[in-house]
C-alpha cells in the first residue's frame, strides 16, 4: 500500500471522542520475572536521549482510572467510564461523579466533545485508598482531549478551578535521574498526608512526540525497584 493510501485510510477511519487513555511507559524495561525495573535498560530511546531534560513532575494517585465523556449534542451527554469500556465503576463512586459532573457546569465550558481523564480515589478504592481521604472518595483530574488535542497544563488548571475539581499536584522537576534517585530513596511523601506517594508521573517541559505520535511520558513507582 502507497504512503498515500495509508494517509487516506488513516483520514476515512472513524475517531473515537472519548479513547481509553493511553498507557504511560515505565522508565526501564521489567525483568519477566519479578517485574521490577532492570535499572539502567531504558524503555525507550527516547528516554535515553531526554534523561538530562528536565521534566516536570506530577504525583502519581493510587486510585482507580475515570474517564469523564462530554457529548453535548447527544440525548445522553455526560458519561462515566473506566479505564477500558469494558470496566465497571464501584456504586459508591459512580454516585460521586454524578454529584460532582453536571449539564449545567460541562456546559458552560465545553462547546465540543471532550473527555475529562482522572482516577477515582479515596476510602474503599485501592489498599491505600484511605490515606487520601478516610471517609469518602473524589475524583482528580491529570488530562483533558478535546477533538485530537490534549490540552496544557494551564488549561488543566483553569478547567479544574472552573468545576471546582482537584487536579493532580506538581510536587518539583529536574532530570530522570533525578526523579529515579528520589523515588529508590523512599523520600516522596504525598500532597494529601503523612504517607509515601505512590510515585511520579514525569512530563517534559514541553510536550514532545515519538515517531508513532505518541506524547512522551513516563512514570515511576515505588514498587517498581
Known sequence: MSQEAIEQTEEARPQNPFP???KIQGIFKRDEKTHKFIEGEWA?????YLKDNIWQWTEKINGTNVRICWEPFSANQISFLGRTDKASLPPFLLAKLRQIFIVD????????????YGEGFGN????????????????ILFDIRIGQWWLKRPDLEDIAARLGIRIVPIVGQGTLIEAINLIKAKKLKSVFGDFLAEGLVLWPMIELRDRAGQRIVTKLKHKDF
Do not use: H, S, T, W
Request: hydrophobic letters at 45%; charged letters at 25%; a negative charge.
Open 20 to 22: 481509553e487513555y493511553p
Open 44 to 48: 525507550l530511546p527516547e528516554f535515553v
Open 105 to 116: 457546569k460541562l456546559m458552560a465550558i465545553f462547546r465540543l466533545p471532550a473527555c475529562l
Open 124 to 139: 474503599r478504592i485501592q489498599g491505600a485508598g484511605k490515606n487520601y481521604i478516610p471517609d469518602d472518595v473524589d475524583f
